[in-house]
């Protein structure tokens, strides 16, 4: 069960902060757990987990490839692994690693890439992930999940820890907006409806949640009704979420921290087109590579503000006539 806030502003702590305290509550729980990592520990907050659990805690070095395959030959002994990296690295760069050594051989890794989309900012094109969930995506019988706040990655995280299989978990490092109570739960595999709506549906996750429900508010203020779903699971997606959407407000605007080809945008659009054919529009990365800059600046030049998810809300839904 999930509640969302009635006033959405930054959380308190990053992300990364979150992040290393549910990994230390797990392991506290479960000798089981352990982390590989490459080179970042200091960056995603585990520095303490490390001097912690320095039998549990692995420092890969910068080979991203091989972390994965020692994570898969971790879960073939009966651990439970998790590993973390920036989210390019996460993803371009141990591929074959993640269809071979995990999923094909259906072993249980748990990894996560951090820094996701454009909260890379100043790294740059090279560290900027807007293509890592399309990566996976095409990899069988791997689930990813995007936490939207601290308090969604804590649940998801205590969630996978007992789940078998190969999960790819995207976060931003920093510090993001609460969207979520305390003790919210949520269900893998289900979207969370956040505002109900009957005129245009809007379908994001992630870094652009916050950004989605100001844009609500706006077209709410100009006569416009928007339903606000929180798609945190991209695939295996919630297809009944998407079907409903568009049966019931026949207009579908999905807005996503990453390029729109084979990002959230094509996995809504390919249900739409064998369910329910509607109106659509794609906000996100728009097939380009990343760039240098403040976050807002990034949103700008790639049209991911709240007045281009707005515009896009209203020209979606006067198309529906």
């Known amino acids: 069960m999930y509640r969302v806030v009635k006033d959405i502003r930054p959380e308190e702590a ?7 305290a549910t990994m ?9 757990v352990v982390y590989f990592d490459c080179d970042v520990i200091n960056s995603i907050g ?32 009966g651990l439970k692994p998790f590993t973390h990296t920036f989210g390019p690295f996460a993803a371009r760069r141990v591929i074959d690693q993640v269809y071979i050594s995990a999923a094909y051989a259906k072993l249980n890794v748990r ?14 094109g090279t560290h900027m992930p807007i293509e890592d969930m399309g990566l996976l995506r095409a990899i069988p019988e791997v689930t990813l999940l995007e936490p939207t706040d601290s308090v969604m990655l804590a649940d998801l995280m ?47 996750s992630g870094y652009c949640t916050s950004d989605t429900l100001k844009a609500a508010d706006v077209l709410a203020e100009q006569g416009i009704s928007a339903r606000v779903l929180n798609m945190f699971t991209w695939k295996p997606i919630d297809k009944k979420a998407i079907r409903e959407a568009a049966e019931q407000t026949g207009a579908i605007v999905t807005i996503e921290n ?30 380009v590579f990343g760039e240098v800059g403040s976050i807002d600046y990034l949103k700008q030049i790639f049209h991911m503000t709240v007045n281009d998810i707005v515009c896009a809300a209203k020209e979606t839904f006067a198309r529906k006539s």
């Open 258 to 287: 990453h390029n729109i080809v084979n990002g959230l945008g094509s996995s809504v659009s390919e249900v739409v087109g064998e369910c329910c054919p509607v109106p659509m529009k794609r906000i996100g990365v728009p097939d």
């Open 158 to 204: 205590r969630q996978t820890k007992d789940m078998y299989g190969v999960y790819y978990i995207r976060i931003t490092r920093k510090v993001t907006d609460r969207i979520f109570e305390e003790s919210s739960t949520f269900e893998i595999g289900k979207a969370a409806t956040l505002r109900d709506g009957s005129d245009v549906t809007l379908i994001t």
């Open 14 to 20: 990053e992300m990364r902060t979150a992040f290393a």
């Open 111 to 124: 990894m996560v890439g951090s820094d996701a989309g454009v909260t890379a900012s100043y790294n740059g």
């Open 46 to 77: 585990m520095t303490g987990f490390s001097k912690k659990y320095p039998d549990r805690c692995v420092d890969c070095g910068i080979q991203e490839a091989n972390m994965i395959g020692v994570a898969a030959g971790a879960s073939a002994v």
């Open 24 to 32: 230390d509550e797990l392991a506290a729980q479960d000798d089981s």
